[in-house]
């Protein structure tokens, strides 16, 4: 897997683990109004999208690729 395609797959990766908890967590946040719904959804979209430019901005660097087979591994990128 490329550098690029392994910070795609990360960030896509969290992403998906995020929608599916805002969809767990959905019978929690009914009392919310549609705009604090809205307004926590984007919070944690926020969240993960700085949680996942950690990692992109190293892989914008020459890694080896060993260090992309880690990543690949550690969070089950093959696939996503």
């Given amino acids: 897997m490329s550098?690029?395609?392994a910070s795609r797959a990360l960030e896509d990766r969290f992403q998906a683990i995020r929608r599916s908890e805002m969809e767990r967590l959905a019978g929690k946040l009914r009392g919310l109004s549609d705009d604090h719904r809205r307004l926590v959804e984007a919070i944690a979209a926020d969240?993960?999208?700085t949680?996942?430019?950690v990692p992109a901005r190293v892989l914008a660097d020459e890694v080896p690729e060993r260090a992309i087979d880690a990543?690949?591994?550690l969070f089950a990128l093959e696939g996503v």
């Fill in 3 to 5: 550098r690029r395609n």
């Fill in 47 to 49: 969240i993960v999208q």
């Fill in 51 to 53: 949680i996942a430019s």
């Fill in 71 to 73: 990543l690949v591994r």
